[in-house]
């Protein structure tokens, strides 16, 4: 139980592309989600809050309209990187918090991340 | 007051050894404290949690001590195997803490952990 997804795994676009990157909850209803980012051999970054039906709430610093966050149901929630260039090259991880179940309170549970190359 | 600060950044034991990693925080109303596992190209993965009405809890070969008032809480890893050799962070998350949002997670700078065959 617990399980989150994210897809794609890895992907690589060219400087200008926007990508969209998919974080689902599996077998629990996610009434929140967190948006993260890594750098390598450092620590979890939160880029954004997001609510199911409301407008995300982003961390000072980083940009609303560059880093989209769509949470249009309890199971999905969605980063699109805008016109990316390669500073925004990382490896974004998604979390998933529930009400019931597995995931209530506090526990967050991870997706696996995906790896974004801009070239 | 939101920073969560951890030692070490990086650790080797040897098979069998009892590795320590320790975490301190300021914010008092900080009441979940989580510990994650992290492998290379992985996403952080929960292995042990636990709030501040108990001093210690276990799961397996993981155990967590906590110090309410020294604001202090480690991980400890019993019988550690090679397997075991990852990134671990320790977090802290409060429901009134400090503005936050309800029950956003705080990190601390991750341990590197080596255990040796």
């Known amino acids: 139980g617990a399980v989150v997804s994210q897809h794609p795994s890895r992907v690589i676009c060219k400087s200008g592309t926007s990508v969209k990157i998919e974080c689902r909850s599996l077998?629990?209803?996610?009434?929140?989600m967190f948006w993260y980012r890594q750098f390598p051999k450092k620590s979890l970054m939160l880029m954004a809050t997001?609510?199911?039906?409301?407008?995300?709430?982003?961390e000072q610093g980083v940009e609303k309209d560059k880093f989209l966050i769509n949470h249009a149901s309890l199971t999905l929630s969605t980063l699109t990187v805008t016109s990316a260039h390669p500073e925004d090259s990382s490896f974004y991880i998604c979390?998933?918090?529930?009400?019931?179940?597995?995931?209530?309170?506090?526990?967050?549970?991870f997706g696996p991340g995906t790896r974004l190359t801009v070239t | 007051q939101q920073q969560v600060k951890q030692s070490p950044q990086s650790l080797i034991v040897q098979k069998g050894g009892i590795p320590i990693i320790n975490c301190a925080y300021e914010?008092?109303?900080?009441?979940?404290f989580p510990w994650y596992q992290q492998f290379p190209g992985k996403g952080p993965a929960l292995l042990i949690a636990?709030?501040?009405?108990?001093s210690e809890k276990k799961e397996g070969r993981f155990t967590i001590s906590f110090n309410k008032s020294a604001k202090q809480f480690s991980l400890h890893i019993m019988d550690s195997q090679p397997g075991d050799s990852a990134t671990y962070f320790c977090?802290?998350?409060?429901?009134?803490?400090?503005?936050?949002?309800?029950?956003?997670?705080?990190f601390g700078q991750g341990t590197i952990l080596t255990v040796h065959p």
């Open positions: 979390s998933a918090r529930g009400l019931a179940g597995r995931g209530r309170g506090y526990e967050q549970y």
């Open positions: 077998d629990f209803q996610a009434t929140t």
């Open positions: 997001s609510n199911e039906g409301s407008k995300a709430t982003y």
């Open positions: 914010n008092t109303a900080f009441d979940y």
């Open positions: 636990i709030r501040p009405d108990v």
């Open positions: 977090a802290a998350a409060g429901e009134n803490a400090g503005g936050t949002s309800y029950g956003k997670l705080t």
